[in-house]
């Protein structure tokens, strides 16, 4: 199975464009990003906080469609999703 | 009878190429309230004044500093420690003497922003924090005008053109702000977002084209790539989604 996830702004420098990832199935959304954003801290920081929640903040997507973060703990990723992740930028 | 003097239609000529003569006179008409005399501010608001917006409010109750000028193009060397509205007002004018200019120094707030906004065909969301932009969103939904949002980082940006009834507004999008910084940037950013924001400006008020509307542009300048991702209204959304929303839901179908 296979997942393309993609970070945007802060998240993108931290951890790269795009990442085809191959979860097992039965993967949820979740864990699926924890899993991607493990390999930098300070990535996984931006986007995690300290009990592993999503950060309020951060929006996620999942073909083209918003996932709440409290879904994302139980929505299954599928072969060929695309994933989103990023913050909002606040800079004008 | 062309309301546009001889005068305007040379200057316009280009544009009346596109237009036409009454596009130029739509402009001409047109009130835009621009939220931030900034880095997103200052080239909203050089172009939409080329362009003939009528009237052009823009609010900014900042004083130029020499951190600025990397960005913020209204503002010159010489300008260091002069309050931005006026700044802004006098390049405007130089800019584009047949339009009308109206420069306020003041922050926008709570108490404020309905009046500031008055009667505005729409505004441009040139700021560079969260709460003011959810004030002017809740702005836009009461008087059901379009807020062209736009924000950066870096060479990092994003925009979109929120329709109050029609599109979800910036709280369905962003429901939660993220943390307050010092943001980096480099003037190309906002130099570049704002071309979205002031196009899709003169696209709404010309009625031609297709509005960034129920879609967010992200742009990335260090990958030299533009994405897009569909947005929809939140039904639960505490601002828009309550109330009003079957009302907006029906008119929408």
């Known amino acids: ?92 | 009878m062309s309301m546009l003097s001889r005068r305007e239609r040379e200057r316009y000529k280009r544009q009346i190429l596109l237009f036409g003569e009454e596009g130029q006179e739509r402009l001409k008409k047109a009130e835009i309230f621009i939220a931030g005399a900034g880095g997103l501010g200052s080239p909203v608001a050089i172009y939409l004044a080329v362009a003939g917006i009528g009237t052009l409010t823009i609010v900014d109750s900042d004083v130029v500093d020499q951190t600025n000028l990397n960005r913020q193009i209204l503002h010159y060397d010489r300008d260091i420690g002069k309050r931005k509205a006026m700044s802004a007002e006098e390049k405007l004018r130089e800019i584009n003497p047949d339009i009308t200019i109206r420069a306020i120094d003041v922050h926008i707030d709570e108490a404020n922003a309905g009046r500031l906004v008055g009667g505005a065909d729409g505004i441009v969301d040139a700021m560079d924090n969260y709460p003011t932009r959810y004030l002017l969103n809740r702005i836009a939904l009461e008087k059901g005008i379009p807020l062209f949002h736009g924000a950066i980082r870096g060479l990092y940006g994003q925009a979109t053109t929120i329709i109050p009834g029609k599109t979800p507004c910036l709280s369905c999008i962003f429901p939660k702000p993220p943390p307050a910084e010092v943001f980096p940037v480099v003037g190309v950013t906002p130099g570049l977002i704002a071309m979205v924001q002031a196009t899709e400006v003169l696209k709404f008020l010309l009625g031609t084209g297709n509005l960034l509307a129920n879609r967010l542009f992200l742009w990335d300048g260090m990958q030299a790539q533009a994405s897009e991702i569909c947005v929809e209204r939140n039904p639960c959304c505490p601002v828009c989604g309550t109330g009003g929303d079957e009302e907006a839901g029906r008119k929408g179908e």
Do not use: Q, W
């Open chain 1, 1 to 92: 199975m296979k997942v393309r996830v993609r970070f945007f702004a802060r998240f993108r420098e931290l951890l790269g464009t795009d990442i085809i990832a191959e979860p097992p199935p039965g993967t949820v959304f979740a864990a699926l990003i924890r899993e991607v954003a493990r390999k930098n801290r300070e990535g996984y920081d931006a986007i995690f906080d300290g009990h592993g929640a999503f950060r309020e903040f951060v929006i996620l997507m999942r073909n083209g469609k918003r996932v709440e973060a409290a879904d994302a703990e139980e929505t299954v990723v599928a072969d060929g999703d695309e994933i989103a992740v990023f913050p909002p930028v606040s800079g004008g």
